[in-house]
């Protein structure tokens, strides 16, 4: 049971254009989200994150944004830059536990 | 400062052997969570180690078993194992100590392929 949905596989996009990367959970006891960027043959490192009490967080070029009516969240970066292609992968977690559920991840291509 | 550090990067191992992966969590962190995660999936949470104890665990059967040292660092150990069992392996670290939302910080991985 996938606790937490990214729809799109892919996603491609022009240099200096908006990404915009979309998650889906149903787990209404969710309180803290979070994406991560992973490249290959590494880890993934943290991006940003949001709890439940906010409704967007904005760090730099990077912004994501919660509705927790529609338990949907969606990562925009701008401008988007060809080292910005990666895997992003969305996480959430249900207060005090620390264990966190991914999504599938969402490949995307920042065409120069 | 020393990011999270994973052993080995990769490892080849025949079905029904038994393994062992390593990790040392960042500097000033003391909770370690382990990953499973499979070709073209999201990392799966396997089980998560503080105070040298298991706290929580995932949907994963006996077989996976870990262990965490006075020093923070951690091992998850795989019995019996199944072609299925190949994937990438990532070591999270975080300080529950401080505040139950935040990151986690991972590894880069220890890539286990069954023959």
């Known amino acids: 049971d996938q606790q937490v949905k990214q729809n799109s596989p892919s996603l491609s996009v022009q240099e200096g254009r908006i990404s915009i990367l979309n998650c889906d959970y149903t787990?209404?006891?969710?309180?803290?989200f979070l994406w991560y960027k992973k490249y290959p043959a590494e880890g993934p490192t943290f991006l940003i994150s949001?709890?439940?009490?906010?409704d967007k967080n904005e760090d730099g070029r990077f912004t994501v944004f919660l509705n927790k009516s529609a338990k949907h969240l969606s990562l925009h970066i701008v401008p988007s830059q060809p080292g910005d292609s990666a895997v992003y992968f969305c996480?959430?977690?249900?207060?005090?536990?620390?264990?966190?559920?991914f999504g599938s991840g969402t490949k995307l291509n920042v065409k120069p | 400062d020393a990011g999270v550090t994973q052993s080995p990067t990769h490892l080849i191992k025949t079905r029904g052997q038994q393994v062992t992966l390593r990790c040392s969590p960042k500097?000033?962190?003391?909770?370690v969570s382990w990953y499973q995660q499979a070709l073209g999936q999201g990392p799966q949470f396997i089980f998560q180690?503080?105070?040298?104890?298991?706290?929580q665990r995932g949907n994963f059967p006996d077989r996976f078993s870990g262990h965490q040292f006075p020093n923070y660092s951690s091992e998850l150990n795989v019995n019996a194992l199944l072609l299925g069992d190949s994937a990438l392996y990532l070591c999270?670290?975080?300080?529950?100590?401080?505040?139950?939302?935040?990151?986690?910080?991972f590894g880069d991985g220890t890539r286990l392929s069954i023959l």
């Open positions: 999270a670290s975080s300080s529950l100590g401080r505040s139950s939302n935040q990151p986690q910080h």
């Open positions: 787990n209404s006891m969710f309180d803290y």
């Open positions: 949001i709890s439940s009490i906010k």
């Open positions: 996480a959430a977690s249900a207060y005090n536990f620390n264990k966190f559920y």
């Open positions: 500097s000033g962190h003391d909770t």
């Open positions: 180690y503080y105070e040298e104890e298991e706290r």
